[in-house]
């Protein structure tokens, strides 16, 4: 039976619980509602790809997107320039595990795959940050 995509997501929302300190929740699955919660980690589904090596098996190799959101600001003096720095560090943070967990002997490789993206949204009424990065998880083969 293939390996499914949900152990690589269920991995790296462990691994990133762990490993991250500034942070007020991880979660493996896409949030409708944040509740007011700042900062929360989210790791998505974003694709797979099952290349087949000759006489080797099937690589498989799991793209992900870790979301981050940040509230703009709130009511406590908390300002968007410390929104931002908040933003920052925790980026900053998932480099740090991503880096030191690259290979573990559990997957062949993990790395970020492209260019993190910041955007402004609104959910539910209230101002976030959201930073999207997009990360692949290449597991040995089978």
Same mark, same amino acid.
């Given at each position: 039976?293939?390996?499914?995509?949900?152990?690589?997501?269920?991995?790296?929302?462990?691994?990133?619980?762990?490993? @991250?300190? =500034?942070?007020?929740?991880?979660?493996?699955?896409? /949030?409708? #509602?944040?509740?007011?919660? &700042?900062?929360?980690?989210?790791v998505?589904?974003a694709?797979?790809?099952?290349?087949?090596?000759?006489?080797?098996?099937?690589?498989?190799t799991?793209?992900?997107?870790?979301?981050v959101?940040?509230?703009?600001?709130?009511?406590?003096?908390?300002?968007?320039a410390?929104?931002?720095?908040? @933003?920052? =560090?925790?980026?900053?943070?998932?480099?740090a595990? /991503?880096? #030191?967990?690259?290979?573990? &002997?559990?997957?062949?490789?993990?790395?970020?795959?492209?260019?993190?993206?910041?955007?402004?949204?609104?959910?539910?009424?209230?101002?976030?940050?959201?930073?999207?990065?997009?990360?692949?998880?290449?597991?040995?083969?089978?």
């Amino acid at each position: 039976m293939a390996t499914s995509r949900e152990t690589a997501r269920d991995a790296l929302t462990t691994l990133l619980d762990a490993g @991250l300190t =500034t942070k007020q929740e991880v979660v493996g699955h896409k /949030l409708a #509602d944040p509740a007011g919660k &700042s900062p929360i980690v989210a790791v998505l589904s974003a694709g797979t790809l099952r290349q087949r090596l000759t006489f080797q098996g099937t690589r498989p190799t799991f793209y992900l997107t870790i979301q981050v959101l940040v509230l703009a600001e709130d009511q406590a003096g908390y300002t968007e320039a410390d929104a931002e720095d908040t @933003l920052d =560090t925790v980026e900053s943070e998932i480099a740090a595990v /991503l880096e #030191d967990n690259w290979r573990t &002997s559990s997957w062949e490789s993990l790395e970020q795959t492209g260019p993190s993206e910041v955007i402004d949204v609104s959910i539910g009424g209230v101002a976030y940050y959201l930073e999207e990065i997009p990360v692949a998880m290449s597991l040995a083969t089978s």
